[in-house]
């Protein structure tokens, strides 16, 4: 099991910026990939950034050149720095971490942390 807590979220206006933590615990050396996802009420959640075990980051188009992903692995932890936010940029932002034991593939999700861009 991986536990994970969220913190960073809050109120910005536009074209602010905002830094989102997430420190995973439990069955730490298990974990591959970690990332972020967002949802905003009656919609799909969607992918926003992602990281590998080494460091290879992916980005949703919509984040790209805006926000950045990184990731300490000696203090399990990840992060996402969020700038030059848009409205459009406010959900609930839900840190990921993904296991893959005998192929199975497990997903564990943080409680999550509003993020609302308006002036």
């Known amino acids: 099991q991986v536990q994970l807590v969220e913190s960073g979220g809050g109120l910005v206006q536009p074209g602010g910026s905002l830094r989102l933590s997430c420190a995973a615990s439990?069955?730490?050396?298990?974990?591959?990939?970690m990332g972020w996802y967002r949802q905003v009420s009656g919609k799909q959640r969607e992918l926003v950034a992602s990281?590998?075990?080494?460091?290879?980051?992916n980005y949703a188009d919509s984040v790209k050149g805006r926000f950045t992903i990184s990731r300490n692995n000696a203090k399990n932890t990840v992060s996402l720095q969020m700038n030059s936010l848009k409205p459009e940029d406010t959900a609930v932002y839900y840190c990921?971490?993904?296991?893959?034991?005998?192929?199975?593939?497990?997903?564990?999700w943080g409680q999550g942390t509003q993020v609302t861009v308006s002036s």
């Open positions: 990921n971490a993904v296991t893959v034991r005998a192929g199975v593939r497990s997903d564990y």
């Open positions: 439990g069955s730490i050396f298990s974990i591959g990939a």
């Open positions: 990281i590998t075990s080494g460091g290879i980051g």
